[in-house]
C-alpha cells in the first residue's frame, strides 16, 4: 500500500506558473510508474502527464504539452507537476496516481491521492 498526498493547488492568476506535489508514504515512490490527472466538473478525469519509474520517460497530453513538466525526486518520494502559462478555464481538480504498470496509456492506475484543485482566474 502507498499513501499519496498532493498539494500546492490554489487560485492562480491566467499566465503564471504553479508546482504542484506529491508525497508518498508506506512505499517508497521508486517502484510506480506516476502520473497527474485532472478533472473538472461535468467532464471525465483525463491523464495531463506521466513519467516512468526512474523518470527517464515522460508523456503529455496534447492539452498540455509545451506548459506542464512531471518530474520525480524519488530520494524523497515526491512527484512533481510544474505548471506553466496557466489558462483561465473551469476549476479542476488535480490528482496524482500510482501505477504498477505502466502509465502511459493512462490505464489501470493502482493508487490515487485526495487531489488539490487549481483554480486560474480571468
Known amino acids: 500500500q502507498v499513501q499519496l498526498v498532493e498539494s500546492g493547488g490554489g487560485l492562480m492568476q491566467a499566465g503564471g506558473s504553479v508546482r504542484l506535489s506529491c508525497v508518498a508514504s508506506?512505499?517508497?515512490?521508486?517502484?510506480?510508474?506516476m502520473g497527474w490527472f485532472r478533472q473538472a466538473p461535468g467532464k471525465e478525469r483525463e491523464c495531463v502527464a506521466a513519467?516512468?519509474?526512474?523518470?527517464?520517460?515522460?508523456r503529455y497530453a496534447d492539452a498540455v504539452k509545451g506548459r506542464f513538466t512531471i518530474s520525480r525526486d524519488n530520494a524523497n518520494n515526491t512527484l512533481y507537476l510544474q505548471m506553466n502559462s496557466l489558462k483561465s478555464e473551469a476549476p479542476a481538480v488535480y490528482y496524482c496516481?500510482?501505477?504498477?504498470?505502466?502509465?502511459?496509456?493512462?490505464?489501470?492506475?493502482?493508487?490515487w491521492g485526495q487531489g488539490t484543485q487549481v483554480t486560474v482566474s480571468s
Open positions: 513519467i516512468s519509474r526512474g523518470g527517464g520517460g515522460t
Open positions: 508506506g512505499r517508497t515512490l521508486n517502484i510506480y510508474s
Open positions: 496516481a500510482a501505477a504498477s504498470g505502466r502509465a502511459w496509456p493512462p490505464r489501470h492506475y493502482d493508487y
